[in-house]
């Protein structure tokens, strides 16, 4: 790598053309300034000027050193520049979050980014392991997790609560739920399936849904697309137990019955990021969006 002392100092001597006045623009000696010029011919392993008195006459790969030399400082002012900057409408915003969070935030981003193109959205779906991994390499800026990570390395604030909601066919509006209506419709099981399930049936404050034997539930369907799990649902097909997020961003939201416990049944929801780390002004933006969303 070429010393930037050397390169500033012959960028001035071909802009001068004069040793002395280079030296006395610089605040050198007249040997500093010669010395800075051999240390960097030498690093370039060639002649950079041809000596004419106290001026000189550039040689061919002196002029590529010049022009290198121009375009290395224009950059590194280009850097300052924008470092002294926080500009809220520029510059890359980074989510780790769930996949029904994507799934419901990532359109209401992209409206953003419409709106500022100098933005630029990345939004990975990943479970919360994968999420703490990700801001903690820096991948991600910001996650959104169920868990408090146990690291002191993040910053952690609440910054909502998720409800679980029980979905059904369209149907089933106003019938009591219970065992044998359960059994009767099937679940229709993804992922997490089996631990939505059970945490609603017991956390909703109703008898009834908490003595139901979630494991005697037969499955009707499987997928863990999380695009696909409503769909048979929709088309009259079994139940199950999703974050809200998934629910309103889906397509059949309109052909879906949703049950209403006597107690909410929700996920603490947290905004981790590097602790000491300030983030910059443009995920202001970005996390009011996101608490704003889950209080509608």
Same mark, same amino acid.
């Given at each position: 790598m070429l010393n930037p002392n050397w390169l500033k100092t012959f960028k001035t001597l071909v802009e001068i053309n004069h040793f002395t006045k280079t030296a006395e623009a610089l605040f050198m000696t007249q040997p500093g300034v010669t010395q800075h010029i051999q240390k960097l011919?030498?690093?370039?392993?060639?002649?950079?000027?041809?000596?004419?008195?106290?001026?000189?006459?550039?040689?061919?790969?002196?002029?590529?050193?010049?022009?290198?030399?121009?375009?290395?400082?224009?950059?590194?002012?280009?850097?300052?520049?924008?470092?002294?900057?926080?500009?809220?409408?520029?510059?890359?915003?980074?989510?780790?979050?769930?996949?029904?969070?994507?799934?419901?935030?990532?359109?209401?981003?992209? &409206?953003?980014?419409?709106?500022?193109?100098?933005?630029?959205?990345?939004?990975?779906? &990943?479970?919360?392991?994968?999420?703490?991994?990700?801001?903690?390499?820096?991948?991600? @800026?910001?996650?959104?997790?169920?868990?408090?990570?146990? @690291?002191?390395?993040?910053?952690?604030?609440?910054?909502?609560?998720?409800?679980?909601?029980?979905?059904?066919?369209?149907?089933?509006?106003?019938?009591?739920?219970?065992?044998?209506?359960?059994d009767e419709l099937g679940m229709v099981k993804h992922p997490d399936a089996e631990h939505y399930v059970s945490r609603y049936l017991r956390e909703s404050g109703e008898a009834s849904l908490s003595s139901i034997r979630v494991s005697k539930i037969p499955a009707v369907s499987y997928v863990n697309q999380l695009s696909q799990i409503l769909y048979p649902i929709a088309q009259g097909i079994g139940f199950t137990v999703l974050p809200k997020s998934a629910i309103v961003s889906s397509p059949w939201y309109d052909e879906l019955y949703i049950y209403s416990p006597q107690k909410i049944v929700s996920d603490k929801l947290y905004l981790i990021h590097k602790a000491n780390r300030q983030l910059p002004a443009r995920y202001q933006r970005f996390t009011q969006l996101i608490k704003q969303s889950l209080q509608d």
């Amino acid at each position: 790598m070429l010393n930037p002392n050397w390169l500033k100092t012959f960028k001035t001597l071909v802009e001068i053309n004069h040793f002395t006045k280079t030296a006395e623009a610089l605040f050198m000696t007249q040997p500093g300034v010669t010395q800075h010029i051999q240390k960097l011919e030498q690093a370039c392993g060639a002649e950079l000027i041809i000596k004419q008195g106290k001026r000189f006459e550039l040689t061919e790969q002196g002029q590529k050193v010049y022009e290198y030399a121009n375009q290395f400082m224009e950059e590194q002012q280009q850097l300052l520049s924008e470092l002294k900057q926080d500009d809220e409408n520029k510059g890359p915003i980074s989510i780790s979050c769930s996949g029904s969070l994507a799934q419901w935030l990532y359109p209401m981003f992209i &409206a953003i980014q419409k709106q500022y193109p100098g933005l630029a959205i990345e939004v990975e779906a &990943a479970p919360n392991s994968k999420i703490i991994d990700n801001v903690h390499s820096n991948t991600s @800026s910001i996650g959104l997790v169920t868990q408090q990570p146990s @690291s002191g390395e993040f910053e952690i604030s609440h910054i909502g609560d998720e409800e679980l909601y029980l979905v059904m066919p369209k149907r089933m509006h106003g019938k009591e739920i219970d065992q044998e209506l359960l059994d009767e419709l099937g679940m229709v099981k993804h992922p997490d399936a089996e631990h939505y399930v059970s945490r609603y049936l017991r956390e909703s404050g109703e008898a009834s849904l908490s003595s139901i034997r979630v494991s005697k539930i037969p499955a009707v369907s499987y997928v863990n697309q999380l695009s696909q799990i409503l769909y048979p649902i929709a088309q009259g097909i079994g139940f199950t137990v999703l974050p809200k997020s998934a629910i309103v961003s889906s397509p059949w939201y309109d052909e879906l019955y949703i049950y209403s416990p006597q107690k909410i049944v929700s996920d603490k929801l947290y905004l981790i990021h590097k602790a000491n780390r300030q983030l910059p002004a443009r995920y202001q933006r970005f996390t009011q969006l996101i608490k704003q969303s889950l209080q509608d």
